[in-house]
């Protein structure tokens, strides 16, 4: 095969356009050395230059085919070379340096996917591309870069679970624009403790749907997954909860989150003055050794605030024994799984991201951005520490 060397002129017109021009004529430079380079490229895979005879030619030169490329120093227009009469089984051919560009191009919508999980909006990513990359980007390139993302979140969603011993729920709303309007849209997401002590974040989902209904629908996505095992589930009193548990696990004792009924509890303190005290006596019946001790102490603290609180009596009595699930569990267990504390980080790192877009422009886009957030910190848990110990009693 011949090889052959840059052309002179070629270069002469390079360095004769840049002395001219200067840094404004590099958009114009760059044009002749790729579109010369690519020439030379077809000539070594036809194993032949134009017009050459040789027994080893694979094929013949076809012309050239426009192409328009940005880059970050202007849109360069380059004659892309092809070829015809390939024998059966021969690679087609396309110039090796702009299958690189095409990879930085595909680099860059994933930057821009991944701007949309940093939860900036259509018209910021514009302008960071275009300072950036020196050109913006289109609303086609973001929606493909968006779909491509979409297809790895969705298989994270979707991915199969297994044995866990603790399933942590929690709720969140966001502001969602919907048929005009502007509606508070519910993000789900459940955390679970495997039987070896890490933890993971099991799944997100995101609907306007009545509460009830979405909590049924995301438990029983859970457990179509392949959730099982699941030996007691934490929350907060979200509406909908409770009958979607009691339908979908069905047996599985509840710890409603103790730190939340704490804070709850003050609602029904009538006097300022009180509020130590009743903090004092709620602590001590969860702190208790067991449960016979806490459940006296709920007798107590009930009967003592009967006269002088009676309504914060009456929810002492009807609510705080949904807090004491936690005592059938070892007592090493009974820190980490009695609140719903454990998905405060992930609260604050969603609450980080959702602040930036504000409003999101459908359940898409915030399902996009919580799911990439949550995969984020699961990955980080599952390569982390053991969050509970499962052989300390």
């Not at 030619?57 to 328009?68: H, M, Q, T």
Request: charge should be positive; aromatic fraction near 8%; hydrophobic fraction near 40%.
């Amino acid at each position: 095969m011949t090889h052959h060397a840059p052309d002179a002129t070629t270069i002469a017109d390079v360095l004769e356009h840049l002395i001219e021009n200067g840094l404004d004529g590099m958009a114009h430079a760059i044009e002749i050395v790729l579109n010369e380079s690519m020439k030379l490229e077809r000539s070594q895979f036809l194993g032949a230059g134009s017009y050459e005879r040789t027994e080893d030619r694979r094929g013949y030169a076809n012309g050239f085919k426009p192409k328009r490329v940005k880059t970050r120093v202007g849109e360069l227009d380059l004659r892309v070379p092809k070829t015809r009469d390939m024998g059966s089984g021969t690679e087609s051919f396309y110039p090796k340096s702009l299958e690189r560009g095409l990879r930085s191009e595909r680099a860059l919508k994933l930057a821009v996917a991944e701007m949309y999980v940093q939860g900036v909006s259509t018209r910021k990513v514009a302008q960071i591309t275009e300072e950036l990359c020196g050109f913006e980007i289109s609303s086609q390139q973001v929606s493909r870069a968006s779909k491509l993302l979409d297809e790895e979140l969705e298989a994270w969603r979707t991915r199969p679970l297994g044995e866990y011993a603790y399933v942590i729920l929690d709720a969140r709303y966001e502001k969602v624009r919907f048929s005009g309007q502007v509606r508070s849209c519910a993000l789900l997401y459940a955390v679970g403790v495997d039987y070896s002590g890490k933890r993971s974040v099991l799944g997100v989902s995101v609907s306007l749907s009545e509460a009830e209904v979405h909590w049924r629908d995301f438990l029983r996505s859970l457990v179509k997954r392949g959730l099982e095992r699941v030996r007691m589930i934490t929350s907060d009193d979200h509406a909908g909860l409770k009958a979607a548990r009691e339908a979908v696990f069905a047996g599985v004792p509840w710890q409603r989150c103790q730190f939340h009924l704490q804070q709850n509890a003050g609602a029904y303190v009538p006097r300022v003055d009180m509020r130590d005290q009743v903090a004092t006596d709620i602590r001590a019946i969860f702190n208790a050794r067991d449960l016979v001790e806490a459940q006296g102490l709920l007798s107590k603290a009930v009967k003592s605030y009967s006269k002088s609180a009676p309504k914060l009596a009456v929810w002492m009595e009807t609510n705080l024994p949904e807090g004491l699930s936690v005592f059938v569990l070892p007592p090493k267990h009974r820190k980490r799984t009695r609140t719903s504390n454990l998905l405060e980080r992930l609260s604050r790192e969603l609450k980080r991201r959702t602040r930036v877009a504000t409003l999101f422009p459908n359940e898409a886009s915030l399902l996009r951005l919580a799911t990439a957030v949550l995969a984020e910190v699961s990955e980080e848990w599952e390569t982390g520490k053991t969050y509970i110990r499962m052989d300390q009693a």
